[in-house]
């Protein structure tokens, strides 16, 4: 067996938890064992020349410093969504000069609401509290900085970007709602676009308005590397449609915006293996700006990171804990978790039997008394249930109806198949288990198999409900580069690296949690937005 001449050190220098992976594979390649698993081709020689052994994405490529181009700014933004968009806006506010490397041909955003805590409405004591939720939502994972940033400033950066994008002709349809945490109520107050085509047609004028103030955009131009000079970032590359390179020099810093890693496989199983199989709905957002901050020594926060599981419409979003039958028609889990942003973690198990190539096997059926409105009144004073998102609520004409057991079972079974769902139900299975539960209920007993709730566990008997549920699309990861309060990039040795910022969907730890916490709707959209109207301001007056 050959000894490693790389340090652990040299490991973790490639960029978080990635290390431990590289350590393993670099320990097992001089026993002759297979290389780290999901990693292809990725053993080989790295752009420096050094024997590299890991996934594919840590292999740092050779130095460009050949450019058809090169420019000099204040500020340079990689990417423009939301919060792209608005470190834009806001280093042009104060003054600075600003170029951008967008990969797309046009500016893009994700996300219908955006929320913000009213600031008039809400007390210090309260804010304090919103911190302290969200941080227990996190698993206690979250930069109280980062989060309390978004806090104090988040009702200033939404009212721009409705003020903004009004000017376009895409109004906000605002919200507001009200949640207790730790005790005190906390207001918020979000801008929602549902009724529109959410927050892209207000970034389409926004991007307008940016580039009309001097904002310089050099569009299908990714971010491929970043520029290095006496040990600080001081710019990014940009690669053009012909293959060329762009060098945007930046003197105060550069600010990574270029969201997430979801169209990256090889990133996605690596950073967040319990996504494998769930449907990567965004392929553009590839991570290729958070691997050109790696490769300069910014490092990821640690995995598992927070990924964003939807894929339940608002009319079906039916979030109460009636009895709910997977794609054998089994009962599976204790339904008080009844969240959509949650229930992947007990549905991810069905995918390894389909060998994770059908993401429709984590689809279930709720299975629903007609009274159900009598029970949302009931539990909802004690609970987080919920039968709404935003402003609309859930529709029984979306659900299946069936008179008997068995008619409910056979519309089930035909629903899922003109859906394509990954299942083998019968009848007999969901009439067992229905018949199965309702026996729990009349026991009284409470609940045996799973413990649930005494108060949930109530009857459920013909005619009845099915409601079609299972987030299957994995729509984005909000954890990114491991940043301080000032959302200025860390190393190894959790030091700031001058010049170097991240925001949005690029930055982290803002949550923690292997799961989106949906407790407060809207939060990611007005969390990235708030990042970058706070970090382009900050980054501008350095």
Partial sequence: MTKSTMSRRDLFKFGGVAAM???????????????????????????????????SFLNKPAEITDFAEEHTYDVVVVGAGESGLAAIHAALE???????????????????????????????????????FINYKSDYRANLGQVEAWARNSQEALAWWAEAAA???????????????????????ANTYFHDEGHQKGALVIGEQVQEEGAEIFFETPCVQLYMEDGRVAGAIGETKDGGHVLLRASKGVIMAAGDYVGDSEMLEFY?????????????????????????????????????????????????????????????????????GYLNEFTNKYLAEVDFAESTAVKFFSIVPTNWQEHYDAWESFSDISIHNAYRNVDPEAWIKGETLEELAANMIAF?????????????????????????????????????????MVPIEAPCYAVPRGANNIDALVDGLWCDGNFQCLDVDMKPIEGLFAVGNASGPFFGNSNYPMDIEGLSVGRAITTGFVTGRYVAGL
């Fill in 94 to 132: 104060v003054g600075a000069t600003v170029g951008v490397l967008q990969s797309l041909s046009i500016v893009q955003t994700a996300g219908n609401m955006g929320a913000s805590i009213d600031l008039t409405k809400t007390s210090e004591t309260g804010i304090k509290a919103a911190l302290s």
């Fill in 416 to 456: 899922a198949d003109e859906e394509g769902w990954a299942h083998d139900y019968t009848v007999e299975a969901i009439v067992e288990s229905i018949n199965h539960y309702n026996e729990l209920v009349a026991a009284g007993e409470g609940d045996a198999d799973f413990g649930k709730r005494d108060e949930y």
């Fill in 167 to 189: 000017k376009g002709g895409s109004e906000s349809q605002p919200y507001d709602y009200v949640v207790n945490c730790n005790g005190h109520d906390v207001y918020f107050h």
């Fill in 272 to 340: 967040t293996p319990d996504a494998k199989g769930l449907h990567q709905a965004v392929d553009f957002r590839n991570g290729t700006g958070l691997k050109a901050a790696m490769w300069v020594g910014a490092q990821m926060c640690p995995a598992s990171h927070t990924k964003m599981v939807h894929g339940e419409g608002p009319k079906v979003r039916f979030e109460m804990p009636y009895l709910f039958l997977d794609r054998h028609g089994k009962r599976f889990m204790d339904e008080g978790c009844c969240r959509m």
């Fill in 21 to 55: 992976g590289v350590a393993a594979a670099g320990a097992l390649a001089g026993c002759g064992q297979p290389k780290l698993a999901g990693t292809g081709d990725a053993a080989g020689a790295a752009g420096d020349g050094s024997t590299y052994m890991g996934p």
